[in-house]
């Protein structure tokens, strides 16, 4: 299937990108692979997108948006994947905190936390998985107890992306112990800096320095942080989660690895010639390309249906996510394969090819298959809340 634009979309495209280019510093290789200095850098570049009204350009112009053509989103999305998502963590703000926030939050709430994330001045980390609780959400046992016109919260949470540098944590928490797992939970929009609050550091094996445990010892909170109804949170992170999946267009990131592993192999000889000639790889990168081709399709389909007014559902953007992470991990295995011991190579090493980026996008897609929803919990949402098939 070929899609062709309008000169306007095309028009959009092409300034979006050039604003990108010429903004970006020339050390900057991704969000995941340029090291400490690219994490900090990422919230200056946010600052540079509101100002130019980029950053939230998606969002209804009451809310500090530009009420953006389904269109112009998706392509302003690709830019971004394209760059190695230079936004950063604010990606979250942007595609379902946000949104998030406009469809439960009270009008402070909205007035507050909209307007500095359509600045680019706040960065946010999700309070979700918890020691005894990831896949199963719904198990978690972090608790907010009501005192007064207060919360008191205790708990922990567990690999918290940018926690360490996040200003405000979107928690989820246990309001009612005795009620259905998934009828007694609330949200809480929680500042870090608040007393109680500890953030310790994990180690990964990815080499990603952004992972976390936070601590919440008898931190009280004012009632106003809560978000949306009390016991009713289950139907916030629904639609957040929702918001979530969707946002991403990953199939654009896998297009550039594909890009690099296409040049490598015109370029490195083997026997008798370039590694291009050798027809099992020529095959390989074909079926990696198709599968691009069918993920951005489905990606494209959810666009189709949002620009109707309809809401795709949550079978549909776990559909489109399953497809995007299988085809990061396909991927970069197949860079690897084809790289050899040089894909080891990591960014510090100078013969490293292209800079050490496709080994570390190596080690970081394991967990693609985990975030936002193991892979297995993507399958059980097409099954039974898209294809209605019995538990």
Known sequence: MEF?????????????????????????????????????????????LGERGLLTMAWPKEYGGADAPIWNQVHFKEIMAAYG?????????????????????????????????SK???????????PDAGSDLASLKTRAVEDGDDYVINGQKVWTSNAERAEVCFLLARTDPDAPKHRGISVFLIDMDTPGVTVRKIKSMSGWGGLNEVFFDDVRVPRSTMLGEKNAGWSVITAALNFERIGQPRYEASKIVIDKVIKYATTTSHGDGPLSKDPVLRQKIAQA?????????????????????????????????????????????????????????????????FQGVLEHDWRWCVSSTIAAGTLEIQKEQVAVRGLGLPR
């Open 289 to 353: 390309y198709v599968r691009y081709r069918a993920a951005r399709v489905l990606t494209y389909r959810l666009a189709s249906i949002v620009a109707k007014g309809d809401d795709p559902g949550p079978g549909e953007s776990s559909m489109n996510r399953i497809h995007q992470i299988l085809l990061s991990q396909h991927t970069a295995n197949l860079s690897m394969e084809v790289l050899g011991l040089y894909g080891r190579l990591q960014p510090d090493v100078p013969d490293a090819p």
């Open 85 to 117: 998502e230079p936004r950063g963590p604010q990606y979250m703000n942007l595609n379902w905190i946000g949104p998030s926030i406009m469809l439960f939050g009270t009008d402070e709430q909205k007035s507050y936390h909209l307007g500095r994330m």
């Open 4 to 48: 062709s634009w309008s000169e306007e979309d095309l028009a959009f495209r092409r300034e979006a990108d050039a604003f990108v280019k010429e903004t970006l510093p020339p050390w900057w290789t991704g969000q995941y692979t340029s090291g400490e200095r690219g994490r900090v850098y990422t919230k200056e570049f946010c600052q540079k």
């Open 120 to 130: 680019g001045d706040v960065i946010w980390c999700q309070g979700f998985s918890e």
